[in-house]
Each structure stands twice: as structure tokens, then as C-alpha cells.
């Protein structure tokens, strides 16, 4: 079974432009979570989709937004992107209960400039 | 909200060495996992463990979840085992709060 997929790998952006991270599931996971990774604030909760709906938000601003697709597959994007932006987006997805095991992709590293 | 506390910040250790890392947290939570962040950046998922003790080759890990901590024992160490280890709780549906880590470095 393949893991949890990330793309792209590397971003690099300039500030004032917007970003669309994706990631694919494994197969038959419904829950798809994201997390920003930065050394200051180090893992932070981003948001949780589940069935193409959001469950549950972390404390980020309106920029930070992401959607679920029917075959569970997830995007979030940024906009307007600030420097504080930089960070490692990892994503993660368990079959569906509340409280389950997460297993996390490779993460795509973004840099803002 | 919660907070989740892990020790030692940092542990050197030569290969063979045993060690344990602490994870502490101030509050009641549905369930904890640790985690394993390699080099690349990935977390590889070691333990779901709300409660007890389970074990995993040269890993294993304990819950005391009326004490509020979780304790991660690594035996025999190898310098794969290096990164960065991670403890989770969840508070509800799938988000997780992230302890500090602990990063180990284990050198031949």
C-alpha cells in the first residue's frame, strides 16, 4: 500500500503570491489532517477534513485554507504569502475515527522570499 | 489548552546505548502517540499508545495516563535511531498537539 503522498517536494515563492500544497491519502483513509513545522512554533494543527468537510480548524489566519475532494484527496493553499509563511506542511490521514493512528507524508518544504 | 512537555531537549548517546525520553502533559487526553522524524522530515509513527506498555523490536514505550505521562525506552541504539522524537496527544477528532521533541544523536 503506498503511503501518504505530498506534492511538490520544494516550493519557493515571493511574498504577496499564493501557494497550493496537495496531498493524496493512503488508499481507503477518509481523514486527511495538515500541520505547519516551523522552528520556532514547531508543530502546529492547521486543519482535519473528513468526507469533503472540515472538522476541525487550529488557530491560523483566513489565508490558510484547504478542501477535500471526493476521492479524499486534500489541497491547501495560502494566500498572500508572508515570510512567516516558511515552514514544512505535512499531511497526514487515518481510515476515519476520531483519535486514530496518523501516519504523515514526506511533507513539502516552503520558502517564502 | 493543553500543554505537552517532552525530556530531554537533547541526548547524545554512543551506539549501544540505552535511553529513555519523558513526555509530560497537563491534561486529560483521548490518546498519545510518538513519533520519529528522520532526516528528511518525515514522522514515522512508532506508538499509538493511550494507555499501558507496548513494544516493537528495540522500542517500547509506556502510558500512565492517570499520571499524565508517557515514557519512550530505546534499547541497544543505532545511529538510524538519530531525529527527532516527538510525542502527541489528541484532544479531539484527529488534531494533535505536538510535544517540544527530543532530538538524539547517536554516534557510532
Known amino acids: 500500500k503506498a503511503g501518504v503522498t505530498q506534492t511538490p517536494r520544494y516550493l519557493i515563492k515571493t511574498r504577496g503570491q499564493q501557494v497550493t500544497l496537495s496531498c493524496s491519502p493512503i488508499s481507503g483513509h477518509r481523514s486527511v489532517s495538515w500541520y505547519q513545522q516551523t522552528p520556532g512554533q514547531g508543530l502546529q494543527f492547521l486543519f482535519e477534513?473528513?468526507?469533503?468537510?472540515?472538522?476541525n480548524k487550529g488557530n491560523f489566519p483566513g489565508r490558510f485554507s484547504g478542501r477535500q475532494f471526493s476521492n479524499s484527496r486534500s489541497e491547501m493553499n495560502v494566500s498572500t504569502l508572508e515570510l512567516g509563511d516558511s515552514a514544512l506542511y505535512l499531511c497526514?490521514?487515518?481510515?476515519?475515527?476520531?483519535?486514530?493512528?496518523?501516519?504523515f507524508g514526506s511533507g513539502t518544504q516552503l520558502s517564502v522570499l | 489548552g493543553i500543554q505537552v512537555e517532552q525530556s530531554p531537549p537533547d541526548l547524545i548517546l554512543q551506539e549501544g546505548a540505552n535511553s529513555t525520553l519523558r513526555c509530560n502533559f497537563s491534561?486529560?487526553?483521548?490518546?498519545l502517540q510518538w513519533f520519529h522524524q528522520n532526516p528528511w522530515g518525515q514522522l514515522i509513527n512508532l506508538f499509538y499508545?493511550?494507555?499501558g506498555t507496548k513494544q516493537n523490536g528495540r522500542l517500547s514505550a509506556t502510558t500512565v495516563a492517570t499520571e499524565r505521562y508517557s515514557l519512550l525506552y530505546i534499547s541497544s541504539s543505532q545511529t538510524t535511531d538519530s531525529g527527532v522524537y516527538f510525542c502527541?496527544?489528541?484532544?479531539?477528532?484527529?488534531?494533535?498537539?505536538f510535544g517540544t521533541g527530543t532530538r538524539l544523536l547517536v554516534s557510532p
Open positions: 497526514a490521514s487515518s481510515q476515519a475515527g476520531a483519535g486514530e493512528k496518523l501516519f
Open positions: 499508545i493511550p494507555s
Open positions: 477534513y473528513f468526507s469533503e468537510t472540515q472538522r
Open positions: 491534561d486529560s487526553v483521548n490518546n
Open positions: 502527541a496527544v489528541n484532544t479531539g477528532f484527529q488534531k494533535l498537539v
